[in-house]
């Protein structure tokens, strides 16, 4: 699980509406970056009802999206705030092909430290 300080509130959201942003799409992600003032970076994994209608299914993709972001904690750069918004086709997906394809979204956005 992320630490407190690495996640996202809801209050969170409505701070970020000054800010720019740029959005990274990928075949089973869309990820928004923000340029904010948090540090460390901070991350939320947005995923409706309309995407994935079981919540066991839904609450299962969270958290290996979540453990995704655990992983690579020591790799993002400060400053930063992360909304990763996954698509309908990720519920076919298994934990690897979500991990590459997170990876490269992380290395087109430039949020990584290398």
Known sequence: MLSR?????????????GFK?????????????????FSPSRFAVVLSSKTI???VERNKKKRQI?????K????FQDGF???IYP?????????VSMEKELD???KKSDILKC
């Open 53 to 55: 209608k079981k919540a």
């Open 87 to 95: 698509k309908k086709t990720i519920k076919e997906r298994d934990f």
């Open 5 to 17: 300080e690495h996640r996202m509130t809801k209050c969170d959201f409505d701070l970020l509406e």
């Open 81 to 83: 705030t992360v909304v």
């Open 21 to 37: 942003k740029k959005v990274f799409p990928s075949a089973n992600f869309s990820i928004k970056v923000y340029r904010s003032d």
């Open 66 to 70: 979540r453990n995704i972001i655990l």
């Open 72 to 75: 690579n904690k020591s790799l």
């Open 104 to 106: 490269n979204l992380f």
